[in-house]
């Protein structure tokens, strides 16, 4: 662990995984509300942020889950069921705690008290509700025979320091049944030598209870690593006897009065149990963790690295063909920097799976909000993607799932008139397909209608009336600002300000977006996105004296510009590709390069959203490893160019934004087509 870590930043990041962990929980629950092993991740998750709270400072953090734990608590005893109206109770009181931990001088504490109140209300009225089936008699610990266990264990000097208080931990082994303690002075010094924020005490009990073995450990689950800890059974005849004797042996040696009052001098107060931070629990058959947190920053920094080395390999290479005697170091050097990339990659890379468990919560509110019945189906969890990627997707997909539920979906009376089933479904799905990675978001709906796309595009001024365009064209229209087919505006939907979000952040991760429907069943929106966003295969190519790298997902084929294309009026650029028309842009012209442009150009057709456009170019170098680095502030809005990369010469080229000169082509295909006659 770094030394200089914020305790506070490290208390979020393990309260995000748990938090994340008990909405999980809560939502499986209310799928399986007999679930007795979700009830116990749930309140385990809850007891965590609990006691880690308390040692971080977080004091109403600790103080109100303590409060949502004892509530939840009568659902773990079998008092309460979890139904719907609890777990939505429950879900908004795990929002509250994430507002304060991760935004405390924000939170209003009103909204705390309220969600109790709710709570209260619930269980108030538990004897009006149907009865919850209790969990099996061996679950249960109002049903376990009485077990007796001696506990021995004393804690490191520095355990207080930490934040934790034994007294308060005792207090919680009293609340688990008949605990008798006796406290052990063997180990305080004299005075002069005692420092005052030491512990020195040790402590011996005998604990009757009806809880499994496993409780006591829980009291002890935030300082097993401050601490020495021994339990062991003991019959429960034999008992009694045992704690008086420990209890009027201790009494002459320490001559300390009443031992087992001063121990229980602090009040009852377990939500105080603070506990050291990232410990782990060191009990017979524990299994090391083989996973370690990595600082994305550090993983970032190693990445420029490789592309450093990557780029010092590339003209190392250079330098090999022009004759000089490297070519095996060259080699060498080129395998080593395909195994780093690779590796360092993979470090890189999470399952997808990690975001698709958010939207979860996302469907099961749109739900309730649209008064629709809506089920999410996922597949290709496993699927990898680079961590950059995930987080950027996350905005993107909500509002694709957000449209899916309000525009796509039926509600359930329409459904089952049309011979559907009354619920909705959305599926998310993902997989790799070559050098890219594709997440599907589709429906079971209503599907695109193209007539109602085209009046309001026209009506918007976003076309022509009567301009001719493809379907598949008319659905890409979803995506422009401020589209919106709803007749009324919402909470929810009507003011278009989602997909044209979702189309320029994808564009922005140099990634596509492809549309398949049919009207009455459905619509499948898939997102087509490289790997990376740090290292790509890019096709180089020359344009006059300058040079330009293409990604290479894009690139369909190359193909000779004829003579006859290249003398043809500049007003119709336009290509026959085995009887489909398609118009290239004289890159020369667009990028105001000075000369004529050279005999036999070459056009590299490129393709996205199953359009395609050709780029008319000097010469194509060939395929190159391209490092990204990101435009400067002053560049960053330059049109056209999505990065650059550093050759191996030393010498810089432009990465061409692929989306963006399709635009430009589709701009000008549509002023030949609306203009001349002969595509009328």
């Known amino acids: 662990m770094n030394e200089n870590a914020d305790p506070a930043e490290i208390f979020r990041q393990e309260s995000a995984e748990l938090l994340e962990q008990l909405e999980q929980a ?3 629950l209310e799928q399986s509300p007999g679930d007795h092993d979700l009830v116990n991740t749930a309140f385990r998750a809850l007891h965590t942020i609990k006691g880690s709270g308390a040692m971080f400072g977080f004091e109403q953090v600790a103080a109100f889950t303590h409060e949502f734990e004892s509530a939840f608590d009568r659902v773990r005893k079998g008092e309460a069921a979890p139904d719907h109206e609890l777990i939505a109770i429950a879900l908004n009181a795990k929002d509250f705690i994430r507002s304060q931990i991760e935004r405390p001088e924000e939170t209003d504490a009103v909204i705390g008290v309220c969600i109790l109140a709710d709570l209260r209300k619930l269980f108030a009225n538990a004897d009006a509700r149907a009865p919850f089936e209790a969990p099996p008699a061996s679950e249960t610990a109002r049903s376990r025979a009485p077990a007796t266990w001696r506990l021995s264990f004393r804690f490191n000097k520095d355990v207080l320091v930490n934040g934790s208080n034994p007294l308060l931990l005792l207090d919680e082994l009293r609340g688990l049944g008949d605990c008798r303690v006796t406290v052990h002075c063997d180990r305080v010094p004299p005075l002069a030598e005692m420092e005052p924020d030491a512990c020195y005490l040790e402590w011996e009990a005998v604990l009757t209870m009806t809880h499994p073995r496993s409780a006591i450990d829980d009291v002890f689950m935030f300082v097993a690593d401050d601490m020495e800890l021994k339990v062991e059974a ?14 009027s042996a201790a009494a002459p040696e320490t001559g300390a009065p009443a031992p087992q009052a001063a121990a229980s001098a602090a009040p009852a107060h377990p939500d105080r149990a603070g506990a050291a931070a990232e410990t782990s629990t060191k009990r017979a058959g524990s299994v090391e963790s083989s996973t370690i947190r990595v600082p994305a920053e550090r993983l970032d920094e190693m990445m420029d690295r490789v592309g450093e080395l990557v780029i010092a390999q590339a003209r190392l290479t250079q330098l090999a063909s022009a004759g000089g005697g490297t070519k095996g170091v060259a080699e ?6 395909s195994a780093l990339r690779d590796a360092m990659m993979g470090i890189r890379m999470v399952p997808i799976g990690s975001l698709f468990g958010r939207f979860r919560r996302l469907v099961h509110d749109l739900s309730r909000d649209l008064g629709k019945e809506i089920d999410l189906t996922t597949a290709g969890e496993e699927t990898e993607l680079d961590k950059t990627m995930i987080e950027r997707l996350a905005d993107p997909l909500v509002h694709v799932i957000r449209n899916s539920a309000d525009h796509g979906l039926e509600d359930s009376k329409t459904r089952v008139a049309a011979g559907k089933p009354p619920a909705g479904r959305i599926s998310l799905m993902a997989r790799h397909a070559g050098a890219e990675v594709l997440i599907g978001v589709s429906d079971d709906g209503r599907g695109l209608d193209a007539k109602r796309i085209r009046a309001k595009a026209e009506e918007s001024g976003l076309i022509a009336a009567g301009a001719v365009l493809s379907d598949a064209e008319l659905h890409q229209l979803i995506f422009q600002p401020g589209f919106s087919t709803a007749k009324e505006v919402s909470a929810l939907s009507g003011r278009g300000v989602g997909l044209d979000v979702v189309k320029r952040t994808i564009e922005s991760m140099r990634g596509s977006i492809d549309i398949a429907t049919q009207l009455g069943q459905g619509t499948e929106i898939t997102l087509r996105l490289p790997l990376t966003l740090a290292i790509i295969e890019g096709l180089l190519v020359r344009v006059a004296d300058a040079r330009y790298a293409i990604p290479l997902t894009a690139v369909e084929e190359c193909v000779e510009l004829s003579e006859a294309d290249a003398t043809r009026s500049r007003g119709r650029s336009f290509l026959n590709i085995r009887g489909e028309l398609v118009p290239f842009l004289r890159l020369r012209e667009l990028f105001d390069e000075p000369g004529e442009p050279e005999s036999h150009q070459k056009v590299v057709i490129v393709a996205a959203a199953d359009t395609r456009v050709g780029l008319v170019v000097d010469q194509i170098i060939g395929s190159h490893q391209t490092v990204i680095k990101s435009l400067s502030k002053l560049h960053a809005d330059v049109p ?15 990465i061409l934004d692929v989306p963006h000169l399709i635009a430009l082509g589709q701009a000008r295909e549509a002023r030949i087509k609306s203009s001349t006659p002969e595509f009328a």
């Open 26 to 28: 809560l939502l499986d």
């Open 332 to 337: 060498e050097i080129e395998r080593l920097t």
């Open 234 to 247: 003991v019959d429960a005849v034999d008992a009694v006897d045992v704690a008086a004797a420990e209890a």
């Open 640 to 654: 056209s160019f999505s990065g650059a990369t550093i050759l191996g010469d030393g010498a810089v080229a432009l």
